[in-house]
């Protein structure tokens, strides 16, 4: 399979360049996915005709640009999105982000970027020697089996025993909730990802988000049921805690950790009705003015 390409559109399609029609939304993809994980999610908001909408791949992940340090961190990545929003002419955006996009979408929204931001399931929310960093760390460094199995065999570990189940763990609340050809297209995120350990051992040396306070623009807290990544609410209580008059708080039932796949018309919902709240009116002209 080839490189992900980002994911822009314009009312319902790819613009030829960014040509300034519609609210700007940003969608920032988990650890170790792509811009993939946004596709049915994307179109949907496209097609409403209001918004402009764009997913890129992550530095270090599939389709993203090559990290040259060992090390990578949200400041890095946060630096890799921000230098697109400068080539679309984007100064502002409605910043969306899953799990370790999350934690890059507070980043962006520390440096000025957003206009709203709506973290689903966001990462980060730790202090520097939480015990949820640690468990999270191990949570990942467990699945290195399934990892390793996949970059030796690819889509042929897809037929080992228990190797789907395994596989959508962090994905999705049960393996019917991912389909055959999503699960093929996962796993060659998963296997273009040096980002796996680069991350990883970062994260052992840094904080999670610690300028929460800070947070200034309307903020929707975006929690999963059945999150088996980032359990709510003890990976959720740090940005309930810090946030500043945290406006919203959305629970969605009987999902994983990344909603697109299992529920990509509610997510899409839920980010229309936020965006749409906080986006002022388009003042009509009035005939003969």
């Known amino acids: ?37 946004w596709t049915d999610v994307a179109q949907q908001l496209a097609d409403t005709g209001r918004y402009e909408v764009f997913a890129p791949s992550m530095a270090g992940h599939n389709g993203g640009p090559r990290n040259r340090s060992w090390i990578l961190d949200s400041k890095t990545l946060a630096d890799h999105v921000e230098r697109q929003l400068d080539a679309l002419g984007w100064d502002t955006a409605h910043v969306v982000g899953n799990s370790l996009g999350g934690w890059v979408a507070f980043e962006l929204e520390r440096r000025g970027r957003a206009r709203t931001l709506t973290g689903i399931a966001p990462a980060g929310g730790w202090h520097r020697w939480s015990p949820v960093k640690y468990e999270i760390v191990g949570k990942f460094v467990a699945g290195l089996p399934v990892w390793l199995t996949a970059r030796l065999l690819g889509e042929r570990s897809l037929r080992l025993p228990g190797v789907r189940a395994a596989a959508t763990v962090p994905i999705s609340a049960t393996p019917r909730g991912v389909t055959e050809v999503q699960l093929q297209e996962i796993l060659d995120d998963v296997t273009h990802c040096p980002a796996y350990y680069q991350l990883l051992i970062k994260a052992l040396l ?84």
């Open 1 to 37: 399979m080839s490189p992900r390409e980002p994911i822009h559109l314009t009312n319902g399609r790819r613009p030829g360049g960014s040509d300034g029609t519609g609210e700007p939304i940003l969608l920032l993809h988990p650890f170790m996915m792509s811009s993939y994980v």
């Open 206 to 289: 840094m904080p999670g988000l610690m300028e929460l306070t800070e947070t200034s623009v309307p903020t929707h807290l975006v929690v999963c049921e059945r999150d088996r990544v980032l359990p709510h609410p003890r990976f959720s209580n740090h940005f309930r805690k810090h946030i500043p008059d945290i406006e919203k708080v959305t629970e969605l039932d009987g999902v994983g950790h990344i909603p697109m796949f299992e529920a990509p018309q509610r997510v899409a919902d839920l980010i229309i009705e936020w965006v749409d709240a906080h986006t002022p009116p388009v003042r009509q002209v009035e005939a003969g003015a």
